[in-house]
């Protein structure tokens, strides 16, 4: 019960992705063809968003639900890791025509395939679990 809160955002979240057309398969391929503006407004506005999410988590201005500060450990960078990373990401939303978190609104929503999608991520996030500290990071 106690978990209801996230609940109701989610609920509320996934409404506000359908409604923006965040979803659609439609918007998703008018930005693979930078035909449209619409996403990339989106995707901006998300990471403007957490720019400042991150300023004031490492400024240590926010802390978590129970009080504890919010650490954010240096990760490591690397130009080809970042550009493997994007590549893989970008082919698997083009093909799938679904990032991971629209993935569950449209199960919402009854497109029933997206389920081939999650079961593929799923067995992916599995797979890089059973397998990352056999590979180099």
């Not at 004031?56 to 978590?64: A, I, P, Q, R």
């Amino acid at each position: 019960m106690k978990y209801i809160k996230f609940f109701l955002v989610g609920i509320l979240f996934g409404i506000v992705m359908s409604k923006a057309e965040i979803i659609s398969w439609y918007r998703i391929y008018e930005m693979f063809k930078f035909q449209s503006f619409h996403m990339y407004g989106i995707i901006g506005s998300a990471v403007f968003l957490g720019m400042i999410s991150m300023f004031f988590f490492k400024k240590k201005l926010v802390k978590t639900f129970q009080g504890e500060e919010i650490v954010v450990e240096p990760k490591k960078s690397g130009i080809y890791r970042n550009l493997l990373g994007g590549v893989l990401f970008g082919l698997g939303w083009a093909l799938a025509g679904a990032c991971p978190g629209p993935m569950f609104v449209l199960v919402g929503k009854g497109v029933v395939s997206i389920l081939v999608v999650i079961f593929g991520a799923t067995l992916g996030a599995f797979l890089y679990g059973f397998s990352k500290d056999k590979i180099p990071h």
